[in-house]
């Protein structure tokens, strides 16, 4: 039998690596940057920290409050405000605390797409987060750098989704790579991601 409990406890700690994770990129981005490409070929910069912004802190703290997200936020500039890299270690912080009690993995939560588990909507932010934060370290020459236990959850995670998501453009074709790729590597190819992607 599947060990819910655990699987909620892994998860949960791979958010909060991840969040941590995430905020340290941000204050690697610089200001004049935000107008450079990124592996989101549809987004510079600028979008993609916003919308890293948006699901990766905002949403992740609604959903597990089973709040809406407020229509007002996905207008908003994060990256105009110049305390945006701490605005967003602020909320990721506010989203993991969120997450950290026990009941809030109990039972479904209710957006547009109906009722899901809670435990899948939070792999799928968890996924979301990760692979963003991935793309904008990349952007501005860094590097994502998980765990080999978060790692392996987000390789399963994206394995699970990527070819519901491929048949509506959330991701591109699988990247080939080789059996002895990191579990990093291998999410990231799942999901149409080139690891060895430079601006």
């Known amino acids: 039998m599947i060990n819910l409990e655990h699987m909620n406890e892994d998860l949960f700690k791979a958010i909060a690596e991840t969040a941590a994770e995430a905020a ?3 204050a690697l981005v610089p200001q004049d940057a935000l107008g450079g ?5 549809e987004f510079d910069l600028r979008t993609l920290v916003n919308h890293w912004i948006l ?18 936020l996905t207008e908003v500039d994060f990256t105009a405000t110049p305390s945006w890299r701490a605005d967003f270690a602020a909320a990721l912080d506010r989203a993991v605390a969120a ?10 939560i209710t957006s547009g797409a109906g009722a899901t588990p809670a435990p899948q909507i939070a792999a799928l932010l968890f996924a ?11 952007s501005v020459g860094a590097d994502l750098d998980l765990s080999d236990p978060a790692a392996a959850l987000l390789h399963t995670g ?9 048949q509506y453009d959330g991701f591109a074709a699988q990247v080939p790579l080789p059996e002895t790729a990191s579990p990093l590597h291998k999410a990231l190819a799942a999901s149409g991601r080139d690891p060895g992607w430079t601006a």
């Open 55 to 72: 699901w990766g802190s905002h949403a992740l703290e609604h959903r597990a409050l089973r709040q809406e997200l407020p229509e007002a």
């Open 37 to 41: 490409p990124t592996p989101c070929t």
């Open 128 to 138: 979301d987060l990760a692979l963003h934060t991935w793309d904008v370290a990349r």
């Open 158 to 166: 994206v394995a699970e989704v990527a070819e519901m998501y491929r």
């Open 99 to 108: 997450w950290s009690r026990p009941e809030v993995w109990e039972g479904d």
């Open 24 to 26: 340290r990129v941000a």
